[in-house]
């Protein structure tokens, strides 16, 4: 009877075990590289390794996913730091959970062949963005007076998603918001060739890129400390192997079309970029750029970082 009762123990304790804890995680995005730490963890077992079940989903409107979050019908989100800030100062209950791209990914981007070598050149010119207002403009602005140029001596226009082929048409003499890893090799593309200004080295305070957002009212750390090292092994993985974490990314299940030439530059363009340590947090890089967003009043209120970072 006690070895019967031992038995019995042990299997119910290995069913328990191997119950994994759901999670539902949206993108901000399709799939692309900027979420290569999500997918090879997918790919290569790493949340199952820690009794984890994600599923990932792609949104239907960018805009969505941490309003999601904040209204508990997702669990995670991939989302900006700009962003959330924004957020955090419209009371949505949410915080920072992961990082997984933590360098600006942004430029102010123009043609390598043509009149513009500096930004001091950008007097008369006009810049295509695919946001009017807020975190745009205050960039832009910012980046042009480190040069001494003002947002008057420019025109800002609204081109919607189609920057790189606004760029390339001759519609537009700048752009703002064409990702560094993305948007020069959609020029290459094109047969030809882009010169970013980097918003860091332009007066603008650095800043993560993309980071994964949860519910303040039902965060789990216990749950984000497993989540936090299955991406942690997952970029590992990557840095260490990136062809074949290449291979890997490039036949995700979800997405059909991730095996293209822009994918692959992207991907390798992508890995210097990546959060080596997802879980690791700086307070005092949040706290410079809400005063950024303060000072340019994009947000009216500069929130507490003990509130929204975890």
């Known amino acids: 009877m006690k070895k019967y009762l031992i038995t019995l123990s042990l299997a119910l304790f290995s069913g328990h075990a191997l119950a994994a804890d759901k999670l539902s995680l949206m993108l901000d995005w399709f799939v692309n590289p900027d979420h290569a730490a999500l997918v090879i963890a997918e790919q290569r077992g790493l949340f199952a390794q820690y009794d984890l079940e994600i599923e990932i989903q792609e949104p239907a409107d960018p805009s969505m996913p941490p309003k999601l979050v904040a209204a508990g019908k997702t669990d995670l989100a991939v989302s900006y730091q700009p962003q959330l800030i924004q957020d955090v100062v419209a009371e949505l209950p949410l915080v920072r959970v992961s990082t997984l791209i933590a360098t600006p990914l942004n430029t102010l981007m123009v043609l390598a062949d043509g009149e513009i070598n500096s930004l001091a050149d950008m007097k008369g010119k006009t810049i295509g ?179 929204y970072l975890r």
């Not at 025109?155 to 700048?174: E, F, H, Q, R, T």
């Not at 010169?195 to 332009?202: D, G, I, L, S, T």
């Not at 879980?279 to 809400?290: N, P």
């Open 129 to 307: 963005t695919a946001i009017s207002g807020g975190v745009g403009e205050a960039t832009i602005a910012v980046m042009l007076a480190n040069s001494g140029v003002s947002m008057d001596d420019v025109k800002v226009i609204n081109v919607g998603w189609a920057l790189s082929s606004s760029l390339a048409a001759g519609k537009v003499d700048a752009i703002y918001g064409g990702y560094r890893n993305f948007e020069m090799h959609q020029l290459a593309a094109e047969g030809m060739q882009g010169r970013a200004f980097y918003v860091e080295e332009e007066g603008v305070p650095p800043y993560d890129e993309l980071v994964v957002v949860a519910n303040k009212d039902k965060y789990n750390s216990e749950l984000m400390l497993r989540f936090n090292r299955a991406l942690e092994l997952a970029t590992q993985y990557i840095v260490n192997h990136p062809d074949e974490a290449w291979q890997l990314f490039k036949t995700y299940k979800s997405a059909e079309d991730l095996d293209t030439e822009l994918n692959k530059n992207a991907w390798y363009d992508t890995l210097t970029r990546l959060a080596l340590r997802p879980a690791a947090v700086d307070a005092s890089r949040y706290q410079r750029y809400s005063e950024f967003l303060f000072d340019a009043e994009v947000i009216s209120s500069k929130p507490d970082t003990s509130e």
